[in-house]
């Protein structure tokens, strides 16, 4: 299992097989390995953070030319996670969780390494952490409390951090910055959705259009059949009955839904604002944001009455 791992790292000569080396080779191999790692905790006592990650990235290319054997797992591990730390330390977030997850990788299904397991699992949720993702880093904490319930505290601070740190991010978005946002939003879809009816117009148009150029023409000789009077008579009793229909058509007409889909969204927070605990304390800026989105769809229902009075006249 542990050999795979050491595959999925590097450890590959160019023609694609895993490199060989002989008993003598590793051996010498696992010396330059152990002098560097004792190198790289010296100097993280000393917190020489870039020094010491220098040098268990060393040592970890050392690793990936052997075939790592079971007793040589927990020295792997340990430098994995002395990486991560080191690479949290510098600000190099995404390395330290690539070591991490790593580490996690080659504990994972070894009950010896349980200890380790548990440790590069809070190292991981660290890096998430320390890049700013903080749902993320959330989720392994609490992972970690499951993993390890006895000894949970540093998972629990981590869980107590995150939480702190998200709540800060919410609080930090102005109540302005989210009704522009929201402004924003609502014209972008208007924009859209006129660009659609835009085209959609356009495309009728076009078949209108194709329709008119395929009628045949009629004879003229069927036309001069025609009493000019007759037909002046038919058209003008054309047009009357077709006014009465219009003004009868205007009577009956039901109140039209000008704002289509989102009528239901305006009854909602139409709702919203008449609702009395929505005035008060923090409840105010949802309230203006409400009384916001309310003036614009008014404005929109206004807008496309006026519009369809002017096409009806």
């Not at 560097?36 to 990650?53: E, L, N, P």
Request: charged share 30%.
């Amino acid at each position: 299992m542990f050999g795979q791992g050491r595959r999925h790292r590097g450890g590959e000569d160019s023609r694609g097989g895993h490199s060989k080396l002989s008993g003598q080779e590793s051996k010498n191999h696992l010396k330059q390995i152990h002098s560097c790692i004792q190198d790289a905790d010296a100097a993280f006592q000393k917190s020489k953070y870039q020094f010491c990650t220098t040098n268990y990235e060393k040592a970890l290319q050392l690793f990936d030319e052997i075939q790592v054997e079971q007793d040589e797992l927990h020295v792997l591990l340990h430098c994995l996670m002395q990486s991560s730390r080191s690479k949290l330390m510098i600000g190099e977030g995404d390395g330290a969780l690539k070591d991490a997850a790593r580490a996690i990788a080659l504990s994972s299904d070894n009950a010896r390494c349980f200890n380790a397991h548990c440790e590069a699992m809070y190292l991981k949720a660290e890096a998430y952490f320390h890049t700013g993702d903080f749902e993320t880093a959330l989720m392994f904490y609490h992972r970690g409390i499951h993993l390890a319930p006895v000894d949970d505290a540093e998972f629990r601070h981590g869980v107590t951090k995150c939480a702190d740190a998200i709540q800060k991010t919410i609080d930090s978005i102005h109540p302005d910055k989210l009704k522009e946002w929201h402004r924003d939003h609502v014209k972008e879809e208007i924009r859209q959705k006129r660009k659609m009816e835009k085209e959609a117009r356009r495309i009728e148009a076009s078949k209108m259009q194709n329709r008119l150029a395929n009628v045949s023409v009629i004879k003229p000789d069927i036309v001069l059949q025609k009493n000019t009077c007759e037909l002046g008579k038919t058209a003008a009793s054309s047009l009357n009955s077709l006014s009465q229909s219009k003004n009868s058509l205007k009577k009956t007409r039901k109140p039209h839904n000008y704002l289509d889909e989102l009528q239901e969204d305006k009854e909602f927070l139409q709702d919203l604002y008449a609702d009395g605990v929505m005035q008060g304390g923090r409840m105010d800026d949802v309230h203006e944001l409400v009384e916001a989105a309310l003036g614009y769809l008014k404005t929109r229902e206004d807008f496309w009455r006026q519009r369809e009075f002017q096409i009806d006249v």
